[in-house]
């Protein structure tokens, strides 16, 4: 493990940090691989599929672009860097993630230019069984370095 602090680079905070780890990262930040813990306790549960909770889709997707970041930037500059959505080019969800599931988010940067970054992600629960997949594009906050 790299680091069990995202919140030393990358600006997001609670309740809305989809990042526990990052595990692992290239020397040049374009690979990595970054864990989430799905806490049962997390609000979210209360309402998405009330005794039958259920993560949702849409927040994988965001913890995609969460651990692209900390991927991109590490943990060695410490001013924060921001990243927004750009498009989403395809995200596929192939099983349900559940209170207690350990997801593994591996990133991989296919291209960029200037501040647009293209990234592969594909989510794998404890049990190395595929959650989702997806390519996504992130835009670089103004300033960012790439």
Known sequence: MLSDDPKFTIPHRDPFIWVSRLMERSSDGTEGRVEFDVNKNNDVFKGHFPGNPIFPGVLQMEGSAQACMWTLFGVE??????????????YKFKKMVRPGDVLSYKCKRMAHKASLQKWEVTVVDQNDELCSKGIIWLKLGQGTKT
Request: charged share 35%.
């Open 77 to 90: 500059d410490p001013e924060r860097h921001e990243g927004f959505f750009a498009s989403v080019d395809s």
